[in-house]
């Protein structure tokens, strides 16, 4: 079988599952924003206003670099812990109709980008009104055409891990709790309230020698949220090209992700119907 001729029901799915979350909401798609914007109101005057001489994070752009950096990691975050439980929520359905069963991840991981699409635009036209009034040449906008390469690149990563992590679940149901946990995690541990710390500050710590700072610093950047993130800052942030390295990393820390978690999706596939 093959999911292109399954486009039907992937649209159907991914309706379905916008439609549930919001039915019977007074402010609908409004919710989306609600839960990112409470974060950073939250998180702005904590590190932005509160503690800015000891974290170093105030200044004009600051807000800018902490809501890219929420918007940017409630997608990847939203994408996998939506997708992990999708195929044992399908229970019913994977006994009795014939689909491709990686159609249930990649619903749950394109609704999310439905809502970040709207989020982006947001960001967007936020971030021109900033840049405008210093640069207005549309020339000088040319780098926002990096964004569909940067989403495509965000998508593959959240779609690798959610491929794997629903796997997984069906095997072991604590998957999904441990999701949820390591999600928290790995929020402190990338890049979303700071700008991407260098070598020199890892070494700056009393508690890590020279040695093991470069250990922790690569480690780190093995990150692809980190790269991700980091293109999203240049392009919106800074009106330029993002790195190069970033876009190399995020491609090949996704596209090793992404081939991990398809190939152990289709070996475990025809097992599904009987495990849940």
């Given amino acids: 079988m093959k999911i292109f001729e399954y486009t039907e029901l992937l649209k159907n799915l991914i309706l379905r599952d916008l439609r549930l979350r919001y039915r019977n909401t007074g402010l609908g798609f409004l919710w989306s924003l609600v839960q990112p914007l409470t974060m950073f109101f939250v998180y702005y005057a904590v590190f932005g206003v509160l503690l800015t001489d000891k974290f170093g994070m105030g200044g004009t752009t600051y807000p800018f670099l902490l809501i890219i950096g929420l918007f940017a990691f409630n997608f990847f975050s939203g994408g996998v812990t939506k997708s992990t439980p999708s195929i044992v929520q399908a229970g019913g359905l994977l006994k009795q109709v014939a689909f491709p069963r990686i159609v249930l991840p990649l619903a749950s991981v394109l609704a999310e980008a439905v809502h970040f699409l709207m989020m982006l635009v947001i960001l967007i036209l936020a971030c021109l009104l900033k840049w405008w009034p210093d640069h207005g040449s549309f020339l000088e906008?040319?780098?926002?055409?990096?964004?569909?390469?940067?989403?495509?690149?965000?998508?593959?990563?959240?779609?690798?891990?959610?491929?794997?992590?629903?796997?997984?679940?069906?095997?072991?149901?604590?998957?999904?709790?441990?999701?949820?946990?390591?999600?928290?995690?790995?929020?402190?541990?990338?890049?979303?309230?700071?700008?991407?710390?260098?070598?020199?500050?890892?070494?700056?710590?009393?508690?890590?020698?020279?040695?093991?700072?470069?250990?922790?610093?690569?480690?780190?950047?093995?990150?692809?949220?980190?790269?991700?993130?980091?293109?999203?800052?240049?392009?919106?942030?800074?009106?330029?090209?993002?790195?190069?390295?970033?876009?190399?990393?995020?491609?090949?820390?996704?596209?090793?992700?992404?081939?991990?978690?398809?190939?152990?999706?289709?070996?475990?596939?025809?097992?599904?119907?009987?495990?849940?």
């Fill in 141 to 276: 906008l040319l780098p926002i055409l990096y964004l569909p390469v940067i989403l495509f690149l965000h998508l593959m990563i959240t779609l690798g891990v959610g491929l794997l992590l629903s796997t997984m679940n069906v095997f072991y149901r604590d998957t999904e709790q441990l999701a949820n946990t390591f999600m928290t995690v790995l929020f402190f541990g990338t890049p979303v309230l700071y700008a991407p710390p260098t070598l020199e500050k890892f070494q700056s710590l009393n508690f890590l020698n020279e040695k093991s700072a470069e250990i922790i610093h690569q480690i780190y950047y093995l990150n692809p949220m980190t790269h991700v993130i980091k293109s999203y800052r240049d392009v919106l942030l800074d009106l330029s090209s993002p790195d190069f390295m970033s876009l190399a990393m995020a491609f090949g820390l996704g596209l090793l992700l992404l081939a991990w978690g398809y190939c152990v999706f289709m070996k475990s596939e025809s097992r599904f119907a009987e495990e849940v």
